[in-house]
């Protein structure tokens, strides 16, 4: 089993910075990829990033140049670094875990979510 805990979400003006992070605890893997997914009431679910245990990280065209995503595999916590805030990226994000131990590949887990809301 693995646990996500996120924090960092809150209330921005138009054109500033918030950082996400969350921390998965648990279970160990041998890989894994860790992800933000977003939603806003209407609209289907976006990946926003993800990252993998390698580093190697994907991004929405959305919020490609904006938004950094990073890693601490030592406390499995994952940052997602946002910048220059728009409107449009007001939305309740999730976090997500998948690991993969050996050849086994496990459930994907998601958080609670924690809401966005950029506004003037």
């Known amino acids: 089993q693995v646990q996500l805990v996120e924090s960092g979400g809150g209330l921005v003006q138009p054109g500033g910075s918030l950082r996400l992070s969350c921390t998965a605890s648990?279970?160990?893997?041998?890989?894994?990829?860790m992800g933000w997914y977003r939603q806003t009431p209407g609209k289907q679910r976006e990946l926003v990033a993800s990252?993998?245990?390698?580093?190697?990280?994907h991004f929405a065209d959305s919020v490609k140049g904006r938004f950094t995503i990073s890693m601490d595999n030592a406390n499995y916590t994952m940052y997602l670094q946002m910048d220059n805030l728009k409107p449009d990226d007001t939305a309740v994000y999730f976090c997500?875990?998948?690991?993969?131990?050996?050849?086994?590949?496990?459930?994907?887990?998601w958080g609670q979510g924690t809401v966005v809301t950029v506004s003037s």
């Open positions: 648990g279970r160990k893997f041998t890989a894994y990829t």
């Open positions: 997500t875990f998948k690991g993969t131990l050996f050849v086994a590949t496990f459930p994907e887990v």
């Open positions: 990252i993998r245990d390698d580093g190697i990280t």
